[in-house]
């Protein structure tokens, strides 16, 4: 899974056993996997779309025109080439914003600390991996019955 300009990298353990077990099961891989993915990037979408509020902004959002919330993609599209899946999340830097600033920062100003947890934390894309493993495991499960 991709973020824009900035990777977010999600790593899945077991991920390949679980794949096997359900091609081996006649599972449909690429839909599921597009399946799961688009569920992580809306998760990514409506996160990041909490943490651009004013709130958790610079000043308290004092300074925010609200471009950077309009940048955020909610409903991202997931590409298929082939067997490769990919999903956008975060934020679309087509548009106008401040999304890669406020995740990291600059040397004048902190970064919006609910954007860098998303985005640079291990933590929370720990938590994006089960989810993508729980949306397999449950095709295996009902594929299984």
Known sequence: MTTGKNKAKVKLEGFK??????????????????????QAGETIGWDTMEAAQNPNMPAEGKYSTGRTEQAVLTTPRVEVSGNLVEVGAGFDYTKDGAGGILITG??????????NKIFKGKRYMNNISKDIEAVVQDEIERRMK
């Open 17 to 38: 056993e679980m794949i096997t077990t359900l091609d081996s099961l006649g599972g449909d891989l690429v839909g599921i996997a597009a399946d799961a993915l688009s």
């Open 106 to 115: 600059t040397p004048r100003m902190k970064p919006n600390y609910e954007l």
